[in-house]
């Protein structure tokens, strides 16, 4: 008996709140072994897994093709989409397959829609769970007109679902005929702030604004310029995802060494003051999570940043700044009032814990129908 998680590979959000729940469940159900089906880069997983997890890496959708970190290119995005899903017949029997090899009594999809057909076609439960659906930001690029039958196609997945659990913040789920709504999943920070910026040589005594911009990282933003502009307010730290070279009012924490140190990047988030990114659902839980405000810029279209932008005011602070004005490091007044706000309880993060409950109802009534 297994449970295998198909998470996306758009970005890291995903994999970030599956790990989540992934190592929620695994604290829960030790009995249950967990497999984990994706492209997202294995060193994510083996920094934040705690439990013994199996990654079978592995393409399971196309998501959005992006030229960079703050923009989507739509029409390579819905050409992949067409491609990927031209083939599915085969995918989904080749899945369908594993899953049987697997002993899987349980699939977990975020949200890739050919993993939830696939469990269908191996009599397996699927759970969709997700703040958003392909299909609703397909449609939003006009994938009716321009890619004609991928929308439907996607439905027509999504509606074999069990159920779709749906996070805070959510858009979608149109097909899905069963729903539940989880509380925020996201990654609380665990060692104090005192001893995770000692640990990474940053300052004790004034407030840091750490650039997150996921796998495209800090390329393209001025962080001298941004450390400059933020003289006397604030430094400014990124990680070594990043080339650049530390100066004055500039950071650079090794990745490799923290993790080491077993200082993890939701202690780093908690240990910061703001975190200057784009507006998705990972990083403003985890922000929301440890208290920590958010300097958001617009990370070109894509539906789901209005509904983020509307709901996140409910979970942290946060604060817009235009893209040329993060690119040029031009941060001061918007850090300046970030700061000056009072500060912000964190939000509870209990949705991981949630879903690991759910799920484990879900295998007891499999391993009673057995």
């Not at 984990?36 to 093709?65: H, K, M, N, Q, Y």
């Not at 049987?100 to 999809?109: C, K, M, T, W």
């Not at 604030?234 to 995802?241: G, L, P, Q, R």
């Not at 932008?309 to 817009?320: D, H, I, N, Q, S």
């Amino acid at each position: 008996m297994s449970v295998v998680f198909y998470v996306t590979g758009h970005g890291f959000g995903h994999a970030v709140r599956q790990i989540a729940i992934v190592n929620a469940l695994s604290h829960l159900r030790p009995d249950v072994p967990i497999v984990v089906r994706t492209s997202v880069a294995p060193w994510l997983f083996s920094r934040s897994v705690r439990a013994s997890v199996r990654l079978e890496p592995g393409p399971v959708d196309t998501g959005a093709i992006q030229r960079g970190s703050l923009d989507v290119d739509i029409p390579a995005t819905l050409a992949a989409a067409q491609a990927f899903y031209a083939g599915s017949d085969a995918w989904i029997a080749h899945e369908a397959t594993f899953l049987a090899g697997e002993r899987a009594r349980l699939v977990v999809a975020d949200i890739p829609p050919l993993s939830i057909a696939a469990a269908r076609r191996a009599g397996v439960p699927a759970i969709g769970i997700s703040n958003f659906t392909w299909d609703w930001i397909y449609e939003d690029y006009d994938a009716r007109r321009l890619a004609p039958g991928l929308v439907e196609t996607l439905e027509a997945h999504y509606a074999c679902a069990s159920e779709g659990w749906r996070l805070p913040m959510y858009g979608g789920f149109a097909s899905f005929a069963t729903l539940r709504d989880l509380p925020l999943v996201a990654r609380v920070g665990r060692q104090p702030r005192d001893v995770v910026r000692a640990a990474l040589d940053l300052p004790l005594d004034r407030p840091l604004v750490l650039v997150s911009l996921g796998g495209y990282g800090a390329g393209g933003i001025d962080l001298h310029g941004a450390a400059a502009s933020l003289r006397g307010v604030a430094d400014v730290v990124a990680t070594s995802f990043d080339a650049f070279t530390p100066g004055d009012g500039v950071h650079r924490v090794d990745e490799a060494a923290m993790y080491g140190r077993r200082i993890r990047y939701e202690d780093l988030i908690a240990a910061v003051d703001v975190v200057a990114s784009k507006p998705g659902y990972g990083i403003i839980s985890d922000c929301a999570a440890n208290a920590t405000a958010l300097l958001y810029a617009d990370r070109g279209r894509f539906c789901e940043y209005d509904v983020l932008v509307r709901e996140m005011p409910r979970y942290l602070e946060a604060a817009f700044i235009g893209q040329e004005d993060l690119r040029a490091g031009r941060w001061r007044d918007a850090v300046g009032e970030l700061l000056g706000r009072p500060p912000r309880a964190a939000a509870p993060a209990e949705g991981a814990a949630t879903a690991a409950a759910w799920l484990s109802a879900w295998l007891d009534r499999q391993l009673r129908r057995s």
